[in-house]
């Protein structure tokens, strides 16, 4: 039986405070496991973005609980929040959150740094995380010099080179052309494989929906719908781009 790597309990999540209070979250239960790639979809202002920042641990919910490998994150304060992410939690957003002045290497190795690894290890690792996304030639690369593509298996790398127990993307392709967006989903779909990590993807983008293991969709704060993707959603998604 493969491992829950994440739980959310009645997540319920306020915004704002006084008549403009919102309830972004309503009541959500769910889990993911390691092996797995979830896309959560729905429309704009739904609670997706918030939902994620929920499960990485940047937002603390209202009400309810998030468990990480089993280890309840309520109470937690900022310093020990922050402590979960560095060793549990790997975030990939949509505009890359590169350093220009960084290499591609040296980007990735950020994550280890903040850490405290050793110079030597981090460096090893920061080169078998690009070679993963298949970027080991551009590992002495300026941002610059990359196309957005390359940036976001760049940032892709940064994510996982900490041996994250989720992955957390939010609109990773939404930025990308579909060439790049199909490159940076087949890398994401192969590292979501591994069965000690989940892979959670907030999206808007129809044409990844093919890669997923399983699909929730979210509105008005409350997950409707949470189906599982493979070989039926392939043939709707070719179904409906061939009509």
């Given at each position: 039986?493969?491992?829950?790597?994440i739980?959310?309990?009645d997540?319920?999540m306020?915004?704002?405070e006084?008549?403009?209070?919102?309830?972004?979250?309503?009541?959500?239960?769910?889990?993911l496991?390691?092996?797995?790639?979830?896309?959560?979809?729905g429309?704009?202002?739904?609670?997706?973005?918030t939902?994620?920042?929920?499960l990485?641990?940047m937002?603390?919910?209202t009400s309810?609980?998030?468990?990480?490998r089993?280890?309840?994150t309520?109470?937690?304060?900022?310093?020990?929040?922050?402590?979960v992410r560095?060793?549990h939690v790997g975030?990939?957003f949509?505009?890359?959150?590169?350093?220009p002045?960084?290499?591609?290497?040296?980007?990735?190795?950020?994550?280890l740094?903040v850490?405290?690894d050793?110079?030597l290890?981090?460096?090893?690792?920061?080169?078998?995380?690009l070679?993963?996304?298949?970027?080991s030639?551009?590992?002495n690369?300026?941002?610059?010099?990359?196309?957005g593509?390359?940036?976001?298996r760049?940032?892709?790398?940064?994510a996982?080179?900490?041996?994250?127990?989720?992955?957390?993307?939010?609109?990773?392709?939404?930025?990308?052309?579909?060439?790049?967006g199909?490159?940076?989903?087949?890398?994401?779909?192969?590292?979501?494989?591994d069965?000690?990590r989940?892979?959670?993807?907030?999206?808007?983008?129809?044409r990844?929906?093919?890669?997923?293991?399983r699909?929730?969709?979210?509105?008005?704060?409350?997950?409707?719908?949470?189906q599982?993707?493979?070989?039926?959603?392939r043939?709707?998604?070719?179904?409906?781009?061939?009509s």
């Amino acid at each position: 039986m493969t491992e829950t790597m994440i739980e959310a309990t009645d997540i319920g999540m306020a915004l704002g405070e006084g008549p403009g209070r919102v309830n972004a979250l309503k009541g959500i239960t769910l889990s993911l496991a390691g092996g797995e790639l979830t896309l959560l979809m729905g429309p704009s202002g739904s609670g997706k973005t918030t939902l994620l920042s929920v499960l990485g641990c940047m937002l603390s919910p209202t009400s309810g609980n998030v468990r990480i490998r089993g280890r309840s994150t309520s109470g937690l304060s900022a310093e020990q929040l922050a402590q979960v992410r560095r060793e549990h939690v790997g975030f990939v957003f949509q505009s890359y959150h590169l350093f220009p002045t960084l290499t591609a290497a040296e980007n990735v190795r950020l994550a280890l740094d903040v850490r405290g690894d050793h110079a030597l290890e981090a460096r090893a690792k920061a080169g078998k995380a690009l070679a993963t996304v298949g970027l080991s030639h551009k590992a002495n690369a300026f941002p610059r010099a990359l196309s957005g593509g390359e940036q976001q298996r760049v940032a892709v790398a940064r994510a996982i080179v900490g041996d994250a127990s989720v992955i957390l993307a939010d609109e990773p392709t939404a930025a990308l052309d579909s060439e790049n967006g199909q490159a940076v989903m087949t890398v994401l779909a192969e590292i979501a494989k591994d069965p000690a990590r989940a892979t959670f993807i907030v999206t808007h983008d129809p044409r990844i929906m093919p890669f997923a293991d399983r699909i929730l969709r979210i509105e008005d704060g409350r997950i409707v719908s949470d189906q599982r993707g493979g070989a039926d959603v392939r043939i709707l998604h070719a179904l409906k781009y061939a009509s």
